[in-house]
T-cell receptor, first 114, second 113 residues
Framework: DGGITQSPKYLFRKEGQNVTLSCEQNLNHDAMYWYRQDPGQGLRLIYYSQIVNDFQKGDIAEGYSVSREKKESFPLTVTSAQKNPTAFYLC?????????????FGSGTRLTVV | AQSVTQLDSHVSVSEGTPVLLRCNYSSSYSPSLFWYVQHPNKGLQLLLKYTSAATLVKGINGFEAEFKKSETSFHLTKPSAHMSDAAEYFCVVSDTGFQKLVFGTGTRLLVSP
């Protein structure tokens, strides 16, 4: 079955470390997204990519970086510059650039700073 | 800029009673509107979507929503709640001009026996 796979499900980061969250989709979708979810704040957009080798900053891009070298992959790196990285991270994709079909979401990665 | 306001952070119902989750939106363009559901520590699942066709939209699991342009609302309803409906629900707006989704802060639905 087609879908989005996020790994790992749980991730622990020490202070000052960079960590990378994986997002892979086999839906042949062009556009991919990373959202951060904090309690009571809904989802906030970190980065998005509409095509390979191109990506745009979202509302809260500081302290994060991404790459889009392949259509099916959109990894997110949480750098040491992100001062409060503990959150639930969701990856999503869509086939329709008009966004009328909605997004398909992965099952998320919970990142905790220890 | 587009925005979404979910009017209740928590809604509690008894099993078998109706569900109403309220959502108001603000959009400069003709919007697309969605409701998503999220169970604990899971990703989001699309319940239903409005894309300028019929104003009453039917979704999965017996949910439906009505687009009311005059009230800028897109409330989610279900005639009879089930225990499995307990989850967090997000109202979402998409403007084609902005090419991204904007999420409300969520409504947690609690269902008691």
């Amino acid at each position: 079955d087609g879908g989005i796979t996020q790994s790992p499900k749980y991730l622990f980061r020490k202070e000052g470390q960079n960590v990378t969250l994986s997002c892979e989709q086999n839906l042949n979708h062009d556009a991919m997204y990373w959202y951060r979810q904090d309690p009571g704040q809904g989802l906030r957009l970190i980065y998005y990519s509409q095509i390979v080798n191109d990506f745009q900053k979202g509302d809260i891009a500081e302290g994060y970086s991404v790459s889009r070298e392949k259509k099916e992959s959109f990894p997110l790196t949480v750098t040491s510059a992100q001062k409060n990285p503990t959150a639930f991270y969701l990856c999503a994709s869509t086939e329709d650039r008009e966004y009328n079909y909605g997004y398909t979401f992965g099952s998320g990665t919970r990142l905790t700073v220890v | 800029a587009q925005s979404v306001t979910q009017l209740d952070s928590h809604v509690s119902v008894s099993e078998g009673t109706p569900v109403l989750l309220r959502c108001n939106y603000s959009s400069s363009y003709s919007p697309s509107l969605f409701w998503y559901v999220q169970h604990p520590n899971k990703g989001l699942q699309l319940l239903l979507k409005y894309t300028s066709a019929a104003t009453l939209v039917k979704g999965i699991n017996g949910f439906e929503a009505e687009f009311k342009k005059s009230e800028t609302s897109f409330h989610l309803t279900k005639p009879s709640a089930h225990m499995s409906d307990a989850a967090e629900y997000f109202c979402v707006v998409s403007d084609t001009g902005f090419q991204k989704l904007v999420f409300g802060t969520g409504t947690r639905l609690l269902v008691s026996p």
